[in-house]
C-alpha cells in the first residue's frame, strides 16, 4: 500500500514541476517590466578624432642617373625654389657620352649641310635643258634626303645625351623647404634605389585628413570648415575648409576619407603634429532614440523588443548616434509604439508580458 500511495504523490510534484517550467518559457511572465512610447526626438553628440597633417606637396627625391656626390647644396630646414640646384653629381662616363654625342651631331650636321647645298646647286642647274643629268639629280636628292635622316638622328641622340647629362644637377620640384637629407659629399647613388637623397615638403598649405566612420557620414553638418587642435599648441584652435572627399567607403577601415586644407603660410602647424577635430554630428530631421539598454546584441544583430497587443516582438534595428543617454536606431518601428526599456535575448518573442509605462 505504501508503494502506490508513493507513486501518486510524485507524479503529482512531477505535473506541478511541469507547469511551472512551461509558464516561466512559454507564452506567459507574471513579472511587470518597464517601458516607453517610441517618439522621434532631434538627436545631436560631439565626436572625437583624430586628424593627420600632411604638407600640402612632399616629394621624396631619388637620382635618375648613377654617380658620385661632388656637392651638396643645402641641408634640413633650408628654404628652396622651384629649379633650384641641390645635389650635383659627378658621371665622367655620362659626360663622355653627351660629348660624343655632340660632336657625332656636329659631324653628320656638317655632311647635311653639304648633300643639302649641293643637291640645290644641281636642282637650280637642271632648269636648264641637258645641262645636268637626270641619274645625277637623282643621286644628289637621295643623298641629300640620306643625310637628313641621319642629321635628325643625330640631333635626338645629342639632345637626349644632354639631357641625361643633366639629370647630374638634381634640382628642387617646387617651392618648399628641405626636411631630410640622406647624403654626403663623396656618396655613391644610383637610380632605382628605394631610398631618396633627400626630401621637400612645401609647408605653406597642410592637407587635413580624417576618417570618418561609417555610421556617421550621412549624420555630420554640410559646412566646409573642420576646427582642429594640437597637443603642441595648447589653448589655440585652427579652422581648415573643407576640399574633397574620396567618395568611396574603405573596405578595410569602414571609412570615408575626407580631407580638408590650410593656410599655413605663418608656419604655425609643423606636418606630422598630432592633432584631433571635434565634429559636431546631427540630422537634418528628428529620429528615433532609445535607451542603451532597450536595444540587445547577440550573433545575427541587433534588435529592440516592441509590445504589441500584450505581446512581444522582437524588431531588428541599426544604430546611429551614440550619446552618453542613449542610441539612434532605425528599423521597422512607428513612432508610438511601446519598447521595453530594457531588452534581452531571454525574453522570447510571443511571450504574453505585462508592462509599466515610464513618465
Known amino acids: 500500500m505504501k508503494i502506490y500511495q508513493t507513486i501518486p504523490a510524485l507524479l503529482l510534484a512531477f505535473g ?7 509558464a516561466t518559457e512559454g507564452q506567459a ?23 593627420e597633417l600632411l604638407p600640402y606637396e612632399s616629394a621624396e627625391i631619388h637620382p635618375k642617373v648613377e654617380g658620385y656626390v661632388q656637392r ?9 625654389k622651384k629649379g633650384q640646384l641641390l645635389v650635383q653629381l659627378e658621371a665622367p662616363e655620362v659626360n663622355a657620352r653627351a660629348a660624343q654625342a655632340g660632336a657625332g651631331f656636329q659631324e653628320v650636321a656638317a655632311r647635311y ?6 643637291y640645290q646647286r ?16 637623282i643621286s644628289a636628292k637621295n643623298q641629300f634626303l640620306a643625310d637628313s635622316s641621319a642629321w635628325l638622328a643625330a640631333k635626338a641622340n645629342s639632345q637626349a645625351s644632354g639631357q641625361y647629362q643633366s639629370y647630374l644637377g638634381i634640382r628642387a620640384p617646387f617651392d618648399g623647404i628641405v626636411t631630410k637629407r640622406k647624403v654626403d659629399v663623396g656618396d655613391y647613388v644610383q637610380a632605382g634605389n628605394p631610398e631618396g637623397i633627400l626630401t621637400v615638403e612645401n609647408p605653406d598649405k597642410i592637407r ?14 554640410g ?42 603660410r605663418s608656419g604655425a602647424i609643423k606636418s606630422g603634429m598630432y592633432a584631433t577635430a571635434n565634429l559636431n554630428l546631427g540630422r537634418a530631421e528628428s529620429t528615433f532614440k532609445v535607451p542603451n539598454s532597450a536595444v540587445t546584441t ?56 505585462p508592462v509599466k509605462l515610464n513618465n
Open 113 to 118: 649641310e653639304s648633300s643639302r647645298d649641293r
Open 223 to 264: 559646412g566646409d570648415s573642420l576646427n582642429f587642435s594640437t597637443d603642441a599648441l595648447v589653448n589655440q584652435t585652427f579652422s581648415a575648409k573643407l576640399s574633397r572627399k574620396s567618395g568611396a567607403i574603405d573596405r578595410t577601415t569602414r571609412t570615408e576619407l575626407w580631407e580638408y586644407e590650410f593656410d599655413n
Open 29 to 51: 511572465v507574471s513579472d511587470t517590466k518597464s517601458a516607453f512610447i517610441l517618439k522621434k526626438q532631434a538627436v545631436s553628440n560631439t565626436l572625437q578624432l583624430p586628424v
Open 298 to 353: 547577440t550573433l545575427e544583430g541587433k534588435f529592440v523588443i516592441r509590445i504589441r497587443n500584450g505581446q512581444t516582438e522582437w524588431v531588428d534595428v541599426r544604430e546611429g548616434i551614440q550619446m552618453k543617454d542613449g542610441k539612434e536606431i532605425f528599423g521597422e518601428l512607428q513612432e508610438g509604439d511601446t519598447l521595453l526599456t530594457r531588452s534581452s535575448d531571454e525574453i522570447k518573442a510571443g511571450t504574453l508580458l
Open 72 to 80: 651638396v647644396l643645402v641641408d634640413i630646414g633650408d628654404q628652396v
Open 16 to 22: 506541478l514541476f511541469s507547469c511551472g517550467e512551461k
Open 122 to 137: 644641281i636642282k637650280i642647274a637642271a632648269q636648264e635643258q641637258g645641262a645636268v643629268a637626270e641619274s645625277e639629280l
Open 208 to 221: 587635413v585628413r580624417i576618417h570618418i566612420p561609417e555610421a556617421y557620414v550621412s549624420s555630420l553638418p
